[in-house]
């Protein structure tokens, strides 16, 4: 198979030895057929041609919009990309998220980004006391091939702090995803995904342009509501009845 791949989303590379270590530990089984072209593990063209041409299906919409997404990258579950974490696949201060079975580097964070994430979680914190827990930069489950980790998830309070499970699509009240260099990837890949799992409502907060974009409503793998504003205000959270968040400085203005 020979292909040149470019595209906007990031997803990880691996190195031969990498590759080698994922068959001899099992997590790349020989039924799997893959082979590895520039970095990227993908379902070799026979095993597509045995099955009749066509690549796995993806359960959502999220990589609809990317470029390549015909191309039949290797899709891994959550169990296994945890295992590639706990033989030291990743290095320690990697910052990648499970989209759809593919695993995505994620954008280094800037000054800007950790301030407005910090200054969000302050504002949540102090509205929302006992209602909800407020998790900065943790995993949400979504599927068995998903753990996309948003900037900010407001989640319904529980006894474990959700220690023996991440919580899922369902148990979120907002997701919200704070893009700089990622706005392309988190309004074209992620917020479709959120969608399909049911996450209620996602801010994404543009930086480039200092612009909100809010998704409402999930329908069939898509928002029924979409908004955006370059000055936000008083805003309320649809999961939340009566709760509302004054985000007149989300932008420094």
């Known amino acids: 198979m020979s292909v040149v791949m470019e595209t906007w989303l990031p997803r990880h590379r691996f190195d031969v030895d990498e590759y080698h270590r994922m068959k001899e530990l099992g997590i790349l089984k020989p039924s799997d057929e893959v082979e590895l072209l520039e970095g990227w593990i993908v379902d070799s063209t026979d095993r597509i041609a045995d099955e009749g041409g066509a690549i796995d299906s993806r359960e959502s919409k999220a990589m609809d919009a990317v470029p390549d997404s015909w191309i039949p990258f290797h899709r891994f579950t959550v169990e296994e990309y945890y295992r590639m974490a ?118 994404v907060v543009d930086l480039m342009n200092d612009r909100l974009y809010r998704y409402r409503s999930p329908v069939a793998g898509d928002y029924s509501s979409v908004s955006s504003t370059d000055d936000p205000g008083t805003t309320e959270i649809t999961a939340l009845p009566g709760l509302t968040i004054d985000l007149s400085k989300l932008f420094g203005r």
Do not use: N
């Open 86 to 203: 706990e033989i030291g696949l990743f290095a320690a201060d990697a910052r990648v998220e499970l989209i759809e079975g593919e695993i995505i580097d994620m954008t280094p964070i800037g000054p800007r980004h950790c301030g407005i994430v910090d200054w969000l979680a302050r504002q949540f914190q102090m509205r929302l006391g006992e209602r909800s827990i407020v998790r900065t930069q943790g995993v949400v489950r979504l599927g068995a091939y998903g753990e996309p980790q948003p900037d900010l998830a407001l989640l319904p309070l529980r006894e474990h702090f959700y220690q023996e499970a991440h919580p899922v699509g369902s148990d979120t009240f907002l997701v919200v995803e704070v893009s700089d260099s990622s706005l392309q990837k988190d309004q074209m890949v992620k917020v479709p995904l959120y969608a399909h799992y049911r996450v209620p409502e996602v801010w």
